[in-house]
């Protein structure tokens, strides 16, 4: 694992500190613990997935597995060193190598997004909840945006935001599911 910075231009979703993997499955990708502005809210962890020269970004929300925590919590008080629990946590929070360590999370799909090389700030997000698609953003030229939510896997508002552009739906449509994302 090789710490990296990914510098910001018109393609990155999220630039910043990333570490680099390379495995014969999935090729070369890029991880990042930190938190995109538009999470910058929530009470969530998240990774986002960077995969070489393609221009997708897949978000997950992380959080600790539960058995990871009762073991952790079980094998202090056996050890009578509850207090270190903090101590513990803190360090894993803290350390990429745990971090990167996928039995201790559980991660859910939190967003795709898919940007644009060709005008900053251009791009697709996909809000996913629940495994299912809950809204589409797409921007157009920057500040041209569309709003597409939906309801029930369907189409229920479509909203522009400056100048209106065609979004490829209209009411009533399907959502898309992951694997067609």
């Known amino acids: 694992m090789q710490e990296c910075y990914l510098e910001p ?12 993997y390379n495995n014969d499955i999935d090729d070369i990708y890029y ?14 962890k998240f990774l986002t997935k960077h995969y070489d020269n393609t221009c997708r970004f ?16 079980l094998l202090l008080k ?4 509850d207090d270190l629990y903090d ?3 803190d360090k894993i929070d803290n350390d990429y190598e745990f971090n990167h360590n996928f039995g201790i999370y559980d991660y859910k799909l939190h967003r795709v997004v898919n940007t644009s090389i060709c005008w900053s700030a251009d791009y697709e997000k996909f ?18 945006r ?19 552009f065609d979004s ?7 959502a898309p599911s992951i694997d067609e994302i």
Do not use: A, W
């Open 9 to 20: 231009d018109d393609h990155m979703y999220l630039d910043g500190k990333y570490h680099y």
């Open 127 to 144: 809000e996913i909840e629940n495994d299912c698609v809950k809204q589409i953003i797409v921007t157009y030229h920057g500040f041209n």
């Open 58 to 73: 897949i978000v997950f929300k992380k959080k600790y597995n539960i058995d990871f925590i009762k073991n952790i919590k």
């Open 78 to 81: 056996q050890k009578n060193i």
């Open 168 to 174: 490829g739906f209209k009411l009533g449509d399907k």
């Open 87 to 89: 101590k513990i946590i």
């Open 31 to 44: 991880i990042s613990y930190e938190k995109h502005s538009d999470d910058k809210n929530s009470k969530y």
């Open 146 to 164: 569309c709003y597409i939510r939906f309801k029930n896997g369907i189409v229920d508002l479509i909203e522009h935001q400056g100048r209106k």
